[in-house]
């Protein structure tokens, strides 16, 4: 063994003692020789034969390092060598990888490696390096790069952490021992390969002896009997993960559950008296709260849930008991009426029962218990209570004033007895058809009752304690009126009855039947005849057909409605009833003119008249209404006509600018004084500044003048300049009202070339004239060619 490979096995023995003990020999190993690829004797085998070894390059490992290295000096990793390495400072080592540089650094010549931060195994468990050996001048490879690991051994340097801090749990009430409330975790981040640093076991700092944990799983139990919650709901437990196996030195953390009791139906209800007294009104209205009562239960939520029942009372069906479901009380209910004189007290029995009950805990039963109830009931001053809830009764029509009806009854339900007083509601009876005995309650008539116009009444009676007044009450009382045969049958309808002039004797022309507002019980029978004054006379005759019936019939072949057009028929109808009734109805038969199959074609004006139901003075009355309204439609627009309307100017001077309507015809062509024609022939002549006549001009303002366009013509301007004249002058017109107006003007303008039709500019003498021309513009001025076109001698004459 030359020289070389002890220096490397020296090294190794370094590295695995600086290694943890009891892992063996994980180090980087370089084993030399002689020249790499050269061979050398080393001595012979069994056999003699000479044995040769080859030189080898180097042979990798691993390196470990202790993390939270607490030294003041850079850590050793270990040492690199090349066998290319001649020790004359040629050979230079790199480091490459994970961490090279900085937290691992080489010496370049020694090739030394040092970590230099402190390393947590936590954050990286090992690294990764390539290492290479090179010629520092030349920069060539001296050996091939190759890789290596450095591992971090891990210490105990975390304690055990909890998932949950604090963790919350519930377990019913009376549970066995060992039943499993929760589970809790700690998480240790030490390997947990490499020694008890990461191996957990719990433990229970506070919460006994009611609950335990299992030190390997965690799970807690409960460790006691009959825990109850109505004693203690709530339990605080601490408990304890320690690493390192819970033995001495470990790192441990602790955790808090709260453990709460959850409620199981393990009470029954109890009241809290055996004898509940409530005192009510005899005045009590059904369906009101006599009394509340209530069981007291340790449980709580559904397990307290109680229902009430009533097993016994000496009035039954007078009371009722339900549950009030938000607060578990008892609420006795009043069903039927009470009576202080009839009845003073009550006794009940009721009981109260859980809703829910939990079998396992029939033992600690029953759950259910029971009360006696005593109503106490107090007499109150009451109104007078009528024998019955309404009164029927019956009168006939023809009863006369003062007839007794009915009677109705009342008696004071109390002690005392008080008298009654009888009156009737006039808001029930506003036509006071009844009155009432105030003593005895008789019902008697005061006005004539007819059953046709009402054949009910419906009063309300009073009844008044004299004792006491406010006391009262009332019943309703029906009055129905009976019938009496005092009306007689008439036309069941205004019959439209017409006869053709070409009748036949006994010729049916009108069925009629009756009505009668009277009703008989056996149904009404009516009888028709004609009228005894008009039998002897008679153009028709009445045919009674025994059923209600009857029909009106001709007597002669033929009618006249020139003769006479209208026929009345008095027809008697009476009744089969007592006492009889009868009545004469007068039929109106017209006499029309017919077709050969019957069919109505014309009637008379008087029969229409009949028919339409107007008399003469009524027509009169419509002919003058209409004769009126007319005359006022006329004399409405008369006053419309006879309105002036009102001049623009009212000074009669000015008329400058304006146009004059006048209705007059005027004197012609010589009368020039009526307006100044000067004024239309040469409107340039007008003053440009003239002021208004008709009100008093400010001179406070000056005119204000609008640039006016040259005149295209060296004469009189034509009707542009005349426009923008006029607007210029209203313009810087102070007086000028300060809404919009409209000014109109009568100019024809100058130099018309078809020059100007009007009368104003022709001359005064009529000889210059000369109208022939007319004759030749065709027939439409024939008239005015005849009115100027003739001689001179003609139109002298």
């Known amino acids: ?105 080489i010496d370049e010549k020694s090739g030394d490696i040092h970590a230099t931060k402190r390393l947590d195994r936590e954050e990286k468990a090992y690294y990764i390096l390539h290492a290479k050996a090179v010629n520092r001048f030349t920069n060539e490879a001296l050996e091939g790069e190759s890789e290596f690991i450095i591992k971090i051994h891990d210490i105990n340097d975390n304690e055990p952490k909890f998932t949950k801090d604090p963790y919350f749990a519930r377990v019913p009430e009376m549970s066995d021992i060992g039943t499993s409330v929760i589970q809790v975790t700690a998480t240790d981040a030490d390997d947990a390969t490499y020694g008890n640093s990461a191996r957990v076991v719990y433990s229970i700092l506070e919460g006994q002896p009611y609950f335990s944990v299992d030190p390997e799983t965690g799970l807690i139990k409960t460790a006691l009997p009959g825990m109850d919650r109505e004693v203690k709901e709530n339990y605080q437990v601490v408990i304890q993960a320690k690493d390192m196996a819970g033995q001495m030195g470990g790192l441990s953390g602790t955790t808090t559950v709260s453990i709460a009791l959850s409620d199981v139906n393990d009470n029954p209800p109890r009241f809290t008296k055996t004898l509940y007294e409530f005192r ?60 202080f004189e009839r009845k003073r007290q009550y006794s009940l029995s009721i009981q109260v029962e859980n809703v829910h009950i939990n079998p396992r805990f029939f033992s600690v039963g029953p759950f259910k218990d029971e009360a006696t109830i005593k109503i106490v009931v107090e007499d109150v001053d009451e109104p007078p209570v009528f024998e019955r809830a309404s009164y029927v009764m019956e009168v006939k029509e023809d009863a006369a004033r003062n007839t007794i009806v009915g009677s ?21 009876d506003m036509d006071r058809v009844f009155n009432i005995h105030a003593g005895n309650g008789s019902v008697f008539i005061l006005r004539e009752l007819d059953r046709e116009e009402n054949p009910w009444h419906n009063i309300s009676v009073i009844a008044t304690e004299f004792t006491n007044p406010r006391q009262i009450s009332r019943v309703p009382v029906y009055i129905r009126v009976l019938d009496v045969n005092d009306n ?31 009703e008989p019980l056996a149904g009404h029978r009516f009888f028709f005849s004609l009228a005894q004054e008009a039998a002897g006379k008679a153009n028709f005759s009445v045919r009674d057909n025994k059923d209600n019936t009857a029909w009106i019939l001709t007597r002669r072949n033929s009618y006249n409605s020139l003769q006479k057009s209208i026929y009345h028929v008095p027809v008697v109808i009476s009744d089969g009833d007592f006492p009889m009734q009868s009545s004469t109805n007068t039929l109106t038969i017209r006499v029309c003119t017919c077709d050969r199959e019957g069919n109505m074609k014309l009637c008379n004006a008087e029969a229409f008249t009949a028919r339409a139901g107007l008399s003469t003075g009524a027509l009169v009355a419509i002919l003058l209404c209409v004769i009126i309204l007319l005359m006022i439609v006329v004399l409405f627009a008369a006053l419309r006509r006879q309105r002036k309307k009102e001049p623009l100017i009212i000074s009669k001077e000015d008329v400058r600018d304006n146009v004059v309507s006048y209705n007059d015809e005027g004197g012609g062509e010589e009368d020039t004084q009526a307006f100044d024609i000067g004024t239309l022939r040469n409107p340039e002549a007008i003053e440009e500044s003239k002021q208004r006549r008709d009100i008093v001009p400010e001179t ?50 100058n130099g018309s070339v078809a020059e100007s039709l009007s009368s104003l500019e022709s001359v005064t003498t009529e000889g210059d004239q000369d109208y022939n021309y007319l004759s030749e513009w065709g027939p439409r001025f024939k008239k005015l060619a005849d009115m100027y076109g003739g001689d001179d001698s003609d139109r002298d004459s």
């Open 408 to 428: 109705v009854s009342a008696l004071d339900p109390d002690d005392k007895n008080s008298l009654v007083r009888y009156t009737i509601d006039r808001r029930t």
């Open 700 to 749: 406070f303002y000056p005119p204000i003048r609008r640039p006016v366009a040259p005149p295209t013509r060296d004469n009189n301007g034509d009707v542009r300049d005349f426009i923008n004249q006029r607007l210029q002058d209203n313009d810087s017109d102070p007086t000028a009202p300060p809404y919009d107006s409209l000014a109109t003007y009568a100019y024809e303008g």
């Open 488 to 518: 007689a049958p008439t036309f069941a309808t205004n019959y439209e009855t017409f006869v053709c002039e070409n009748a036949k004797a006994n010729q049916r022309i009108q069925t009629i039947s009756a009505t009668d507002p009277d």
């Open 280 to 339: 009510v009104p005899e005045s009590m209205e059904l369906g009101s709260v006599v009394g509340v009562i209530r069981a007291m239960d340790a449980d709580i939520g559904e397990n307290a849930e109680m229902d009430y029942r009533i097993t016994r009372s000496d009035g039954p069906g007078m009371f009722d008991v339900g549950t009030n479901r938000s607060t578990q009380e008892g609420v006795i209910v009043l069903r039927k009426p009470l009576d």
């Open 1 to 105: 063994m030359d020289r070389r490979k002890v220096y490397v096995l020296m090294v190794l023995w370094v590295l695995a003692h600086l290694s943890s003990p009891g892992l063996g020999l994980k180090a980087l190993r370089r084993t030399t020789g002689g020249r790499r690829g050269s061979t050398g004797l080393t001595g012979e085998d069994a056999n003699g034969v000479p044995l040769r070894r080859s030189k080898r390059g180097w042979m990798w490992n691993q390196f470990f390092l202790l993390e939270e290295y607490t030294g003041t000096d850079m850590q050793y990793v270990g040492k690199l060598h090349s066998d290319g390495d001649r020790g004359d400072g040629s050979t230079r080592y790199v480091l490459t990888g994970d961490g090279a540089g900085t937290l691992f650094k």
